[in-house]
């Protein structure tokens, strides 16, 4: 959908796409999903949103997971098989400022591992959604949202 979702998220699924989009619900909501892509590759992901006078707050977490990978050395011979994932759990909060107006953010931990070799880092998620005209359904609505703002992961081994 090329990143649509961005202006259209409504939903627990917001923290992950704009959270912006938490704004949007009036009761508590829990989400939760598992798929099953090529080569073993496996996403999930688990979220909580509450709606409070104050603005929605949430939490979510998303793990990627890669089957066994097959190792070789610089000539190319087999070495054994390792494994590789990544995780994410998110805090995030979004309230609607005006009526055509919601803003919402995300702060984020992020783990990288392949093998032995891990990274983490965190990073800070912004997001906005705006409509036009008349609110409500069908109406037509501009998002925007930048992810992962941060210093990057950097792998222990790597050299400064």
Known sequence: MGGAYTAIADDVSAIAW?????SDL???ELGAMHAELVADTRYDFLGYAQPTKYGTFAAGAAYLSQGALEGRDASGHQ???????DTAVNLG???RLASALRLGSNVKFIKSTIADASAQTFALDLGGIYGLGRYGPGSVQMGLAVRNMGPGLKFSDQRS
């Open 93 to 95: 909060y979004a309230a």
């Open 26 to 28: 009036t009761k508590r």
């Open 18 to 22: 704009n959270p912006a989009g938490l």
């Open 79 to 85: 070495t054994g098989s390792f494994g590789a994932g």
